[in-house]
């Protein structure tokens, strides 16, 4: 398994940017799938974005296309999101996780979880 910390949430102005940190430990991060995911009140977990484990292939949920990018640093063992043209939508505790697959799934580690809150 792998240890996974979530970090760089706050609170953003609409429109604004915000970049989130996965810092990972324990077995070998460059050999996971790594994902983003976000769940706001009231609604079920969602993965916004995933990542393959070269960093080769990247998949986005059609409401942060465009916006935002996830990117990976194997020599670090982080991930990374960075956020842009934020949104009060956007506004969710954000979880990074671990996949075995890919297309991403599969995903058995978890992050605690970091807020993003975006005001209008």
């Known amino acids: 398994q792998v240890q996974l910390v979530e970090s760089g949430g706050g609170l953003v102005q609409a429109g604004g940017s915000l970049r989130l940190s996965c810092a990972a430990s324990g077995r070998a991060f460059f050999s996971y799938t790594m994902g983003w995911f976000r769940q706001a009140p009231g609604k079920e977990r969602e993965l916004v974005a995933a990542?393959?484990?070269?960093?080769?292939?990247?998949y986005y949920a059609d409401s942060v296309k465009g916006r935002w990018t996830i990117s990976r640093d194997n020599d670090k063992n982080t991930l990374y999101l960075q956020m842009n043209s934020l949104k009060t939508e956007d506004t969710a505790v954000y979880y990074c996780?671990?996949?075995?697959?890919?297309?991403?799934?599969?995903?058995?580690?978890w992050g605690q979880g970091t807020q993003v809150t975006v005001s209008s």
């Open positions: 990542i393959s484990w070269t960093g080769g292939a990247a």
């Open positions: 996780a671990a996949g075995s697959r890919w297309p991403p799934g599969d995903f058995g580690s």
